[in-house]
C-alpha cells in the first residue's frame, strides 16, 4: 500500500514539473539572435552601473614609455578583456602591450610605415574581442593578436590619415574616422568596408574638417557619434548610411568624447567651456561645467580626454592643465549639474588620453612625456 501510495506521489510531482516547464516556454519564447545579443549586453551595462566609486585615488600602476630625453607621447590607451593586458598607442608607430597581472610589458609592437622616410604616429586603439586593433596616421589599420602581438590583418585608407576608431557594442563592426572627413564602417570578421558614411539629405552634410572623436551608443551598435574640427557633433545611423542628425559646439582635437544613455559628455581643446554635457536625442546642450571655477579662458582648460563612468554619476577629464579632475552629477536638479568632487595631479606633461576598465571603475590616463598610469 504505503508503495502504491509513493508511486502515485511521484506521478503526480512529474506531471506538475511537466505543467510548470509548458508553463515556462509559453511565457519565455525563444529570442532570437538580435534579442539574445541585447539582452547580454543590457546585463552588462547594469552589472557594471552597480559597481561602486572608489572613493580614493592613487595610481596603482605606473608604466614609463620612451626617456627624458626621447618622449613618446601617448595618445591612445585602453584595456582588454577581463583588464588583465591594456594597449596603448604611442607617437613613434609603436603599440605596447602590457600584462595587467604582473605589471610588465608583455610586447612591443612597432610598425614601419610603407613610405620612404614617412612618420605614422599610433593614433588610436580599440579591442576587438581579444585582439587589438591600431590606426595610424598614415591610413593604415593594423589588427595584432595579444598578448603575442602577431600581426592578424592590416587595412589601408588610400590618401587618408586615419585619427580614431571605435567598435560596436556587440564586437561585429567598427568605424573609423580622419583627415578626409568620412567616417567608415568596417566588418569586424572580415575587414571588408561595408559602407562610407555619406550625407543622407542636404539638412545633414556631415563633417566638413577632420574628424578626431568618435563613440559608439553603448546600447545601440547602429548609432555613431563623431565630432573633430567643425566644432559640430555628427549622430550617424549606420542603417540608413549617413548622418541623421548633428549638434553644433564642441571644438574636438581628440578622441574627447563618451556617452552615457542618452547623455554626451565632450572635452574642447579651447579655452572658455571646454567641458560640456550635450542631450542626444534633442541635440542639445545641458550643462557647461566650469573647469576652473574662474570664468576665465585659460590655457589649462584646453582638454584632450574625457569620459563617463559606468554608472555615468562622474566625469573625468583633463588636457594641458596635466591634471585630471573628476566632476559629480548632482541627481536632485531638474537639468544635470556636475560639481568638482577631486583632481589627481602631479603629471609632468600634458594628459592626452584617459580610459576606463572593462569591469571595474579602474581608469587609464596616458600622457605627452610618456607616462601610462593606472588609477582606482
Known amino acids: 500500500m504505503e508503495n502504491e501510495l509513493e508511486e502515485v506521489t511521484e506521478e503526480i510531482k512529474r506531471v506538475e514539473d511537466e505543467e510548470i516547464e509548458e508553463e515556462k ?32 585615488y592613487g595610481a ?30 604611442l607617437s613613434d608607430s609603436t603599440l605596447c602591450i602590457y600584462n595587467l597581472i604582473n605589471s610588465k610589458l608583455a610586447q612591443s609592437i612597432s610598425y614601419v610605415p610603407s613610405g620612404i622616410g614617412e612618420v605614422a604616429r599610433g593614433m588610436s586603439v580599440k579591442w576587438l574581442k581579444n585582439s587589438i586593433l591600431c590606426a ?22 588610400e590618401g587618408n590619415q586615419t585619427f580614431v576608431l571605435d567598435v560596436d557594442p556587440y564586437n561585429e563592426k567598427f568605424c573609423t574616422g580622419g583627415k578626409d572627413y568620412r567616417v567608415r564602417v568596417y566588418d569586424g570578421e572580415t575587414k571588408d568596408c561595408l559602407l562610407k ?44 548610411g549617413g548622418p541623421v542628425g548633428y549638434i553644433f559646439g564642441p571644438d574636438l582635437s581628440s578622441n574627447a568624447i563618451d556617452i552615457h544613455d542618452n547623455t554626451i559628455v565632450t572635452g574642447s581643446y579651447r579655452g572658455k567651456n571646454p567641458l560640456q554635457v550635450w542631450d542626444l536625442r534633442k541635440k542639445e546642450l545641458l550643462y557647461n561645467i566650469e573647469w576652473d571655477y574662474s570664468g576665465e579662458a585659460s590655457e589649462s582648460s584646453y582638454l584632450n580626454c574625457a569620459s563617463f563612468t559606468h554608472n555615468g554619476d562622474i566625469i573625468i577629464a583633463g588636457g594641458k592643465g596635466e591634471e585630471i579632475k573628476y566632476f559629480e552629477i548632482d541627481k ?3 537639468i544635470p549639474s556636475y560639481s568638482l568632487m577631486g583632481k589627481q ?32
Open 345 to 376: 595631479s602631479g603629471f609632468n606633461d600634458s594628459i592626452l588620453c584617459c580610459a576606463f576598465a572593462k569591469t571595474s571603475n579602474n581608469y587609464v590616463v596616458g600622457t605627452a612625456d610618456g607616462m601610462i598610469k593606472i588609477f582606482n
Open 197 to 240: 558614411m555619406i550625407p543622407v539629405d542636404s539638412k545633414e552634410p556631415g563633417h566638413a574638417q577632420r574628424v578626431f572623436a568618435m563613440t559608439y551608443k553603448k546600447d545601440d551598435p547602429n548609432c555613431v557619434i563623431t565630432g573633430g574640427w567643425d566644432k559640430t557633433l555628427q549622430i550617424h545611423d549606420i542603417r540608413k
Open 136 to 157: 595610424f596616421s598614415d591610413g593604415v589599420i593594423n589588427e595584432y593578436s595579444c598578448p603575442i602581438g602577431k600581426q592578424l590583418s592590416t587595412i589601408t585608407e
Open 25 to 56: 516556454e509559453e511565457e519565455e519564447p525563444e529570442m532570437d539572435e538580435e534579442e539574445r545579443k541585447a539582452l547580454e549586453l543590457n546585463e552588462h551595462l547594469e552589472m557594471m552601473a552597480s559597481k561602486p566609486i572608489p572613493k580614493k
Open 60 to 89: 596603482k600602476t605606473t608604466f614609463q614609455v620612451g626617456s627624458d630625453e626621447d618622449h613618446k607621447e601617448v595618445f591612445s590607451a585602453e584595456f582588454g578583456v577581463e583588464d588583465k593586458y591594456l594597449a596603448a598607442a
Open 332 to 334: 536632485d536638479d531638474d
